[in-house]
């Protein structure tokens, strides 16, 4: 089993759709877990943190379940520049006390006119 | 401008010819580290460092060596690269104390004959 498993899609969504993304982890000692974001052929940047409360930026909320090891990540009011691939990320702390992240294979994203 | 830079690109060659790809960051991080990413996979962690002449295994350091002989830079050398390693190679450093939240580079693609 993976350590971190996503729906690879594709998702293709019109714009204006609404589309959530989700994703399990295996290790229930992870503390930090993240969305990256990656567009074709280049290198994936952080899209935002995951809190256990939930939190939002603007049309992007995250939501992590610690329980069922489960993270999500929900887009409203979906733009053509949303269209890439998603990257679920989650660290441990390792050796040394730096965290290790461990990526998911992405699930991609592709936002039609 | 605060960045991660890889070199070369692109890169084709032949079985067992020794190469390296460079990597330098400007933002005095002292974390650096290696992935590679293939279809399905996701990003895996070659190596580590977590600051000058400190280097750790990741999860796929086999046919994979780095140094740190200063904090800017963090090579890669394939000593005998196989087909097998014909993947993109990213590049990453961060802050000692925000690990998570790594820059990465814009990626190596490498094809080896």
């Known amino acids: 089993r993976k350590e971190v498993e996503q729906d690879p899609g594709p998702f293709n969504v019109p714009e204006g759709a609404t589309v959530a993304f989700n994703c399990t982890y295996s290790?229930?000692?992870?503390?930090?877990f993240f969305w990256y974001r990656q567009d074709c052929r280049k290198e994936p940047k952080l899209l935002m943190s995951?809190?256990?409360s939930g939190n939002e930026d603007g049309r992007f909320t995250a939501q992590l379940n610690r329980a069922s090891q489960y993270i999500s990540l929900l887009i409203r009011d979906s733009k053509l520049s949303d269209s890439a691939t998603y990257l679920c990320?989650?660290?441990?702390?390792?050796?040394?006390?730096?965290?290790?992240?461990?990526f998911g294979s992405g699930t991609q994203l592709t936002v039609l006119p | 401008e605060a960045q991660v830079t890889q070199n070369p690109r692109y890169l084709i060659t032949v079985t067992g010819k020794k190469l390296t790809v460079t990597c330098s960051q400007n933002?005095?991080?002292?974390?650096m580290s290696w992935y590679r990413q293939d279809p399905g996979l996701g990003l895996r962690q070659i190596y580590y460092?977590?600051?000058?002449?400190?280097?750790d295994k990741g999860d796929v350091p086999e046919g994979y060596k780095v140094s740190r002989k200063e904090k800017r830079n963090f090579p890669l050398i394939l000593e005998s690269p196989s087909p097998n390693q014909t993947s993109l190679y990213f590049c990453?450093?961060?802050?000692?104390?925000?690990?998570?939240?790594?820059?990465f580079g814009p990626g190596t693609r490498l094809t080896v004959l």
């Open positions: 995951v809190y256990s």
């Open positions: 460092s977590m600051n000058v002449e400190v280097t």
């Open positions: 933002m005095n991080h002292e974390y």
């Open positions: 990453a450093s961060s802050s000692i104390s925000h690990t998570d939240t790594q820059y």
């Open positions: 990320v989650v660290s441990l702390i390792s050796s040394g006390s730096a965290r290790q992240l461990t």
């Open positions: 290790n229930s000692a992870s503390q930090s």
